[in-house]
């Protein structure tokens, strides 16, 4: 049973840390790029940060570099998401996704979400 479960979500004030967590089973997460995607009410779901399965490449959005740092323990299938410095816009349910290509094959899983909240 593939599994993605995400914790370390909740109420934060501006300013604050959070760190999100990912933990996998029943899939070689190790083999899979790892990302976070966050969509908040009435907008478009956005990849927040990536990471990937070969030379831990990162990636992230313009609006959280420097504050959002992914990383990533394949010993424990599990991939983190710490967040510093947090605004309010950065309110949004977080979803871990994991995403594989092998020989024209695609295959992505999602977990549950977590919600973020960032206010006063």
């Known amino acids: 049973q593939v599994q993605l479960v995400e914790s370390g979500g909740g109420l934060v004030q501006p300013g604050g840390s959070l760190r999100l967590s990912c933990a996998t089973s029943?899939?070689?997460?190790?083999?899979?790029?790892m990302s976070w995607y966050r969509q908040a009410p009435g907008k478009q779901r956005e990849s927040v940060a990536s990471?990937?399965?070969?030379?831990?490449?990162?990636d992230y959005v313009d609006s959280v570099k420097g504050r959002f740092t992914i990383s990533r323990d394949n010993a424990k299938n599990s991939v983190y998401l710490q967040m510093d410095s947090l605004k309010p816009e950065d309110t949004a349910v977080y979803y871990c996704?994991?995403?594989?290509?092998?020989?024209?094959?695609?295959?992505?899983?999602w977990g549950q979400g977590t919600q973020v909240t960032v206010s006063s």
């Open positions: 990471i990937s399965s070969s030379d831990g490449t990162t």
């Open positions: 996704n994991a995403l594989r290509y092998s020989l024209g094959s695609r295959v992505e899983y």
């Open positions: 029943g899939f070689s997460a190790s083999a899979y790029g």
